[in-house]
């Protein structure tokens, strides 16, 4: 993905370079993670799933940062409790800085957002997690220093659910002409 | 650096040649007379009773003043945060290229540019979700020289005696510019797949980016006489003009850009290739030291013919017909960060023809001019057709015309005997956005 963000620069300098134009970068996270991946199940066996699967999570190098305006993070998830009882389960995204190798020891990363669902049985139900990037957000920093690492967790207190992630989405609005001195 | 923002200045006006304010207001239409000597040897003898003109100002310039922010570089040392919110390079380069109108609505570059990555590829478009492709060209084909030179600025002509003339002058200009991506890539951005980029290694998915710019001296001897009079069509001319050229510097360019992908079919990042050719005297190497100094020079032949049959007039005109020209200098070539230094000898074709043809018309009875034109050969076919209308001291046009897109002039001249006076609302294809821009061109006459 770093390199296809690589083709992005390129593409977006000769787009256009206007005071007034502000370039939209939106990363289809979701899209990078493989269809088998995306639906399954949690269960006492296996009580959470972090995507992508790496604890460093996914790298995202944003060309031209210094000129990010604002951003948000878009998250959504399905979910069905296919158990015998009442199930909690928290969907939460965290970022870190590229050299991060853990994004889930609490060490240099940071939580960004956090969302629980309590389901009866054979009920369904879906969690949206929606960020929104704004200067003097600690994850705002992290993007603006021109390279972050960004990874969620689902976590499951109960019997049994039936997840499919459906949205997995990262969108920057950046103004180049935020660099000029 | 300075140096080089000035050619690329010289180059980008270069662009914006003068067509007289009476030609813009019937849609750039050329009228028969001495004002398209240039592109008609025969037109030097030619009377200067069709395509009259006053003096065109260059009220476009008038928008590089900071009261014009989005296009006007200088918005940035008068009011920096005015200069961040509203300059548009879009904008100035679409002015600076018409220098003889006041565009009222320049190319503007979009409000928002939406890149959308995925797995399976990369889309752009603007904030309503319509496609952006970088496709842009004007002028001639960048890839060799020609011996077809711009026109001298600020040329100066001398009479040798009958018919004959001698003109001489510096020129400085672009000789095309392009902007392009390929067919495939074309196919795979409007998509928002990347699978045709892959169907071959290298891919065919390519980003092109083209120009050449040349300057020097240049010396021009025509000769152009009226024919007898032949009967049942009108008074003959005809002309004949060799022009040869003393480069001062050529410049061209070429580069291209294409996806590379893993053996998953992932992009895995970018191969860059681009090379470019410089040339200038050797005695102008300590002032740019890039080792490619050389020589350039070229001649070449023009030839026309008009006819002049008092209510028409009718005229060929084709430059290099026959030409060469030559520039040694440096070839620098970069593949994949590997970069070889060659040094080279760029020759033009030896003929390279480009036709002129143009016509007018003047009705009987209610004095309506009809008028038209067309160039083809080695340049982007361009045509227009005009009309004008007198009423008195009045004169009313319109006209429509083809020049690397659809344009369209309306205009009005005013004669008031000591002073005239010629408006016109002009039309453009906006750059790389498209749409139409109007501008306002003015010229007087005393």
Known sequence: MKRALLLTSLLLALAACSGHTVHRLEVDLLSFVPPENRTGSLDITQTSIQVPDDPAGQEVPVPGAEALVDGRISLRVSLTNTGTSSADVDLEVRMGPKDDTNLYDENGDIQVKEESLTLNPGESGSLNLGVDLQPGDPAYDLVKAGSFRIGARLSLSGDRVQYTLEQAEVVLRLKLFNLIP | MKKTLCFIVAGLLSLGLAQGVRSLGMGGVALPGPAHAGANPAYAAFPDTWGREGLQLPIGLLRLLPLFPETSPLAYFTDPQAFRNSFDLLSFYDQITHVHSFLLNPARSPDEVVFRVSANGLSITDGSGRNLIPSFQTGASPEKPQALIPAPILGIALDLGPGTYLSFGAFAGTQGVRLSPSRELAQALAGGSLDVCKSQNPSPCVLEGAGAFSA???????????????????????????????????????????????????????????????????????????????????????????????????????????????????????????????????????????????????????????????????????????????????????????????????????????????????????????????????????
Not at chain 2, 230 to 238: D, T
Not at chain 2, 360 to 369: F, K, N, P, Q, V
Not at chain 2, 383 to 394: A, D, T
């Open chain 2, 216 to 446: 020097g001296l240049s010396l021009a001897l025509g000769f152009a006489a009226p024919l007898a009079e032949v009967p049942g069509l009108g008074k003959v001319y005809v002309g004949i003009r060799g022009e040869g050229f003393y480069g001062l510097g050529y410049a061209e360019g070429r580069a291209l850009a294409r996806p590379t992908f893993d053996q998953d079919g992932n992009v895995s990042g970018v191969s860059y290739e681009y090379r470019y050719f410089v040339s200038y005297p050797d005695y102008l190497e300590g002032s740019f030291g890039l080792g490619a100094g050389g020589m350039g020079y070229g001649l070449r032949g023009d030839a026309g013919v008009a006819v002049d049959g008092g209510r028409w007039a009718l005229g060929l005109g084709v430059r290099n017909l026959l030409g060469f020209a030559e520039w040694r200098g440096l070839e620098v070539q970069v593949q994949d960060g590997t970069e070889t230094r060659t040094p080279t000898t760029k020759r033009s074709d030896f003929s390279s023809p480009e036709f002129f043809v143009n016509g007018a018309y003047r009705m009987e009875g209610t004095d309506l001019l009809v008028a038209a034109d067309a160039r083809f050969g080695s340049v982007a076919p361009a045509f227009h057709l005009g009309l004008e209308y007198p009423l008195g001291p009045v004169a009313l046009r319109t006209g429509i015309g083809y020049e690397g897109g659809l344009r369209f002039g309306v205009g009005m001249g005013l004669n008031l005997e000591a002073l005239a006076l010629d408006l016109a609302l002009t039309t453009h294809e906006a750059p790389l956005v498209g749409g139409t821009v109007y501008g306002i061109a003015l010229a007087v006459s005393f």
